[in-house]
């Protein structure tokens, strides 16, 4: 397998949960979908449009006013 410099640009638009567990602890699930272009192929995909979709799960923690 040789070694690949690929461009994505892909526009995506989502959703995300979000819960606090205490006053600066959060934790959120996120999901989005979007068209996306890939300047180049590789072995599992092809060059031109497809699709970029993303899942996640995470959490948040404020360490100061306005820095999570």
């Known amino acids: 397998m ?4 690929i461009n994505e640009y892909v526009f995506n638009c989502g959703l995300i ?4 567990i205490t006053e600066k602890l959060n ?4 999901t989005s979908i979007g ?3 890939f300047d180049e192929d590789s072995e599992r995909m092809a060059k ?10 995470g959490i948040n923690f404020q360490f100061f006013k306005s820095f999570f």
């Open 35 to 37: 068209p996306g272009y």
């Open 48 to 57: 031109g449009i497809g699709f970029s979709d993303n899942l996640a799960l």
């Open 17 to 20: 949960i979000r819960t606090s």
């Open 2 to 5: 040789r070694y690949k410099f």
């Open 27 to 30: 934790i959120y699930g996120l």
